[in-house]
């Protein structure tokens, strides 16, 4: 669904097309901007001043759905809504051109049938009076309906603007015709009991995500179909349902984390870390390699998204690696490779998620994800160090003492982050949603001050970029969540839990079991939508059995995090190739032997319980 704007048309649709994205992009932008306001004085307020701001977290949940619907919409109007594309990129052109409409078509199916329920939703939240502000909560509510409004809008003129309009009409046709054909079996779905539960969670699932409709609309797709035509269930439900997946507070820490790791690599934060880094290793038979994993472990520890992590890292280390020989397959391999090894160090947004939707503390998250992946980067050292045995390093020149002291005092502020953030949370200074702000703010003044690296014209689109991601974000965990719902009425959760519990061998197939679930999750899923509809599913299971939430949590995390990377169909794969400007076909050997690497460490973290609760101290079992 990659559409920047409508390629063809007449001047007037283009025109409108333009005042439509400065019309969303703008508000959306401001409201990235008032959450770290808000947020930051929230924290400033009661660790400062010991005055609390009681109506701070009221305003930042109302302004959290707003980002999180026009981000959405921003995201629809660019085509960066989360999809499926390795099968859809194989097609010839011509059939690939029929499934981007089919998509688009697929998308619009389901945002009209929510618009009158959205539409509901909001006026019946007109009645709901906010306990700190005393507002009406249909202020907060009505960016549901307007959010989908301009998102048909964008839709329909995407449809309108496509030259083929044989193509357009026979994919909507398609499109309508099968949507006219399930409701003309409603009555049957009516009789198949929880066999509607196969059709719609697996089957209407796995045909959107094939065909590449974005996986947040495939979610509410499968969840609107079953509970309208095999329930009895009022449609405002899953409206209330996304609403509440959506503006849990947690989740802010989303938009705020994706903005810290693009203002880390346009301060130049992160090119000091990689520097010094490579200033001690990049002497030694494979050094940059060993940099390369050293980075992205630093750097995910701050910016928590896999993307940015990548982005911030390859450039900087790439042309010299491809300078000393590396191949482009292995770098594209190595790159992939570490953001699976890095899914655990704090603050992933998958540790966040997690806590969000099972409880599970987000700190004890935060301190549980470090060791296990230190034992994977380990792992990956070791195939580095098999590969590169015979590297030639005749023309390396070794970094002197003093230079490599230059280096760490340059990127001692930049390697202060991480540890700012961590101490933030440990301390009680801020939450774990407010932290990023410090992030935000403290990477700000490194840039303006230490390193006088603040490029002011980058700032709109970093803003209106982390809005469009955290839209795609939170609109799948929206979606996710009503589809968690559903599941949950049915009654599977239950069989679910009465299934896993009942394995023989206890907690041993249970994570086994838990492992390769996860993997096929990963790659079909991401991480996240998987996360929120299976993880308030099995985490009481774990419980129940004697797995630790914590260690349960880097188990299925990592197992995700190699489906995500994993080709031919891990989405994260094709990151790391449009990050590095690689072939996606360059690195498919190359990765074989980094994720088996990873496959072992999983397993040693699994058998190892202590390397994810060894520092929770007595709570752990």
Not at 458 to 471: C, E, F, H, N, Y
Request: proline residues 5%.
């Amino acid at each position: 669904m990659r559409a920047a704007a409508p390629a063809s048309g007449p001047a007037w649709m283009r025109g409108l097309d333009t005042v439509l994205g400065l019309l969303i992009e703008i508000p959306a932008a401001l409201l990235v901007v008032a959450e770290i306001v808000v947020l930051f004085a929230g924290v400033v307020a009661r660790y400062v001043f010991h005055t609390p701001l009681v109506w701070s977290d009221e305003l930042a949940s109302i302004l959290f759905l707003w980002l999180a619907m026009l981000g959405a919409v921003v995201a629809f109007r660019r085509g960066e809504h989360m999809r499926m594309t390795a099968l859809v990129s194989r097609a010839p052109p011509a059939a690939r051109a029929f499934l981007d409409v089919v998509a688009m078509a697929g998308a619009l199916a389901f945002l009209l049938m929510i618009a009158m329920p959205g539409y509901e939703y909001a006026v019946e939240e007109q009645y709901v009076t906010t306990p700190a502000l005393e507002i009406s909560n249909i202020w907060r509510a009505a960016a549901l309906p307007v959010g989908t409004a301009l998102m048909i809008a964008i839709g329909l003129l995407r449809l309108a603007a496509r030259a083929r309009w044989r193509v357009t009409l026979g994919a909507v046709l398609l499109v309508a015709a099968i949507v006219a054909g399930m409701m003309a079996l409603q009555p049957v779905f009516a009789q198949l009991g929880n066999a509607n539960l196969v059709v719609f969670f697996v089957g209407v699932v796995a045909v959107c995500v094939f065909a590449g409709v974005p996986i947040a609309f495939c979610f509410g797709l499968a969840t609107f179909g079953y509970l309208a035509l095999s329930t009895g269930t009022p449609m405002m439900v899953v409206v209330g349902r996304m609403d509440e997946g959506m503006s849990h507070l947690i989740l802010l820490a989303v938009p705020m984390f994706v903005f810290l790791g693009v203002l880390i690599e346009m301060t130049g934060m992160a090119e000091r870390m990689v520097g010094f880094l490579a200033s001690l290793l990049g002497h030694v038979r494979g050094g940059l390699s060993y940099v390369l994993i050293g980075a992205m472990y630093l750097v995910s520890g701050i910016s928590g998204a896999k993307a940015a992590d990548m982005a911030a890292v390859a450039p900087v280390l790439f042309p010299e690696m491809r300078k000393r020989g590396a191949s482009e397959g292995d770098l594209v391999a190595l790159l992939s490779a570490t953001g699976a090894q890095t899914e655990t160090i704090p603050p992933s947004l998958v540790l966040i998620t997690i806590g969000s939707v099972t409880g599970v503390s987000i700190t004890a998250l935060f301190t549980g994800g470090l060791l296990p992946g230190v034992v994977l980067g380990l792992m990956l050292c070791f195939v580095v160090w098999r590969r590169s045995r015979h590297e030639d390093m005749s023309d390396v020149v070794r970094a002197t003492r003093p230079q490599i002291l230059r280096a760490l005092m340059i990127a001692l502020p930049a390697l202060a982050l991480p540890f700012v953030i961590r101490a933030a949370v440990v301390e009680g200074v801020a939450t774990a949603t407010e932290v990023s702000t410090i992030g935000i703010i403290y990477s700000a003044l490194v840039g303006l001050l230490v390193y006088r690296r603040f490029d002011w014209k980058r700032l709109w689109p970093m803003l209106v970029d982390t809005a469009s991601l955290s839209g795609a974000i939170l609109l799948i965990i929206g979606a996710a969540t009503g589809m968690a719902w559903a599941l949950t009425q049915s009654g599977f959760s239950h069989q679910l839990a009465d299934m896993m519990a009942g394995l023989p061998g206890g907690a041993v197939t249970f994570l086994a079991v838990s492992i390769v679930a996860f993997v096929i999750l990963g790659s079909v899923l991401e991480g996240i939508p998987a996360i929120v509809l299976f993880g308030p599913l099995l985490f009481p299971i774990a419980r129940q059995i004697g797995v630790h939430e914590v260690h349960y949590a880097m188990v299925v995390i990592l197992a995700m995090g190699i489906g995500l990377f994993a080709p031919p169909f891990g989405v994260g794969y094709y990151a790391a190739c449009a990050i590095g400007r690689v072939a996606p076909d360059r690195g498919m050997r190359a990765i074989v032997g980094y994720l088996v690497s990873i496959a072992i460490g999983l397993v040693v973290v699994a058998a190892i319980p202590w390397l994810s609760i060894g520092f929770l101290g007595k709570g752990a079992p």
